[in-house]
């Protein structure tokens, strides 16, 4: 029989060391477990045995790997875009790589693909702050983010051209009956509108002398990127000059107010406020050049059109609503030269935030970098078209002049 002692034991001249494993006879064993210096040892107590070793071992492993995170949480962050785009040019061209570029914080190995090096998350932070700041337009948009299989989003928008007691939002029926008397239901009748993800890309090609320079590299890429993006993304969806998204301007679900003139007159702008389907969240949106003749133009009789109002709105209200002075914004007679717009029933679908990379050999000969930046963007208006009144006006959350 097996045994395992519970205790120190000398057999003669060998000494037993305690948690030792005896092969014995049933008499010299039963002796033993009796004066409880030996236990019986069988394959439960075996598999025990085996447990609590598993047990220490992992314990030891958990130690060492809370220790190496301790490590890596310690290690120094990216102390600017500069630097970072440096460490990764760096381990293009000289192979020496930045512990940093590999850490796992979620930022993507330098590993050589198509003749470049992938850039890692932090720039597209860098790069996707400064587009937000930038942007006027798309940031008071409806936003939604599109799954990993799809390329765009079917929408339903309510069939709605005039409004009245039998077209209530598409179809609504409200009936007044007699007790007793069948009701009729309603369908409602719906468009359907097909919103496709259309990429958008940028590519700066930086000497090495700027790239030698991590402060000056910083404000090059801030200056040509992240604002171009935010521009590229607000003209998008007021114009639509690469298609990239649905425009506001000369769209059927935009409401279009005729000015005599180049510029709007008090009645003119009070018939844009009025056609607005939902004036407490619209703002207007206007040109330079449309916003210092509407500073002249303060009252109608002794009502004030234009207000400054520092805490509502930097520049300002008209009719009480926010004014914003866009850089979209066309010339006198075009439409997106004054607007008033429910930005919230415009949709902007995107897909996975910006994806970069650079390249050392695109401009080898020219001794410079390319870098690339691409996003997926696309966009139109949640209603189908604008809805006559019964009393014959025409309005929609989205209004410009014509």
Request: aromatic residues 8%; proline residues 3%; negative net charge.
């Amino acid at each position: 029989m097996k045994v395992k002692l519970l205790k120190d034991k000398e057999d003669g001249a060998v000494k037993l060391i305690k948690d030792s494993i005896l092969e014995v006879d049933e008499k010299t064993g039963a002796e033993m477990i009796e004066k409880k210096e030996a236990i019986v040892y069988v394959e439960e107590v075996e598999k025990q045995e085996i447990n609590k070793e598993l047990e220490k071992m992992t314990t030891e492993i958990k130690v060492e790997e809370k220790a190496d995170i301790k490590v890596i949480s310690e290690e120094p962050t990216w102390k600017s875009m500069g630097e970072f785009l440096g460490a990764v040019v760096k381990a293009g061209r000289e192979h020496e790589i930045d512990k940093r570029l590999i850490k796992s914080t979620g930022q993507n190995e330098t590993t050589p693909a198509d003749g470049g090096y992938t850039v890692g998350t932090d720039l597209a932070k860098f790069i996707t702050q400064q587009a937000q700041a930038a942007a006027v337009i798309e940031p008071k948009c409806s936003h939604m983010e599109i799954g990993p299989n799809y390329t765009g989003i079917k929408i339903p928008q309510l069939n709605e051209t005039t409004r009245s007691i039998t077209t209530l939002f598409g179809g609504v029926r409200v009936y007044c009956v007699a007790e007793g008397i069948a009701k009729t239901p309603f369908k409602q009748a719906y468009y359907q509108k097909d919103i496709q993800l259309k990429k958008l890309c940028a590519v700066n090609y930086v000497t090495d002398e700027l790239l030698q320079d991590n402060t000056a590299l910083e404000g090059f890429i801030r200056m040509n990127v992240g604002k171009a993006f935010a521009w590229t993304k607000d003209n998008e969806i007021i114009n639509g000059t690469l298609t990239a998204a649905t425009a506001i301007v000369n769209n059927a679900a935009t409401a279009e107010v005729t000015f005599a003139g180049a510029n709007p007159t008090a009645a003119e702008i009070a018939q844009m406020y009025t056609a607005n389907l939902n004036r407490a969240r619209a703002e207007w949106y206007m040109s330079t050049h449309q916003y210092s003749h509407l500073i002249a133009l303060a009252t109608t009789g002794t009502f004030p059109l234009f207000q400054p109002s520092f805490t509502t709105a930097p520049a300002g209200t008209l009719l009480g609503r926010p004014i914003n002075i866009i850089e979209q914004a066309g010339v006198e007679t075009d439409e997106s030269a004054f607007m008033f717009l429910d930005l919230t029933d415009y949709l902007v679908i995107g897909k996975g935030g910006i994806q970069e990379a650079v390249s050392i050999h695109v401009k080898f000969l020219e001794d410079e970098t390319a870098f690339r930046w691409t996003t997926r963007f696309g966009g139109a208006p949640l209603m189908a078209s604008t809805i006559t009144l019964p009393d014959g006006s025409v309005v929609s959350s989205l209004v410009t002049r014509d």
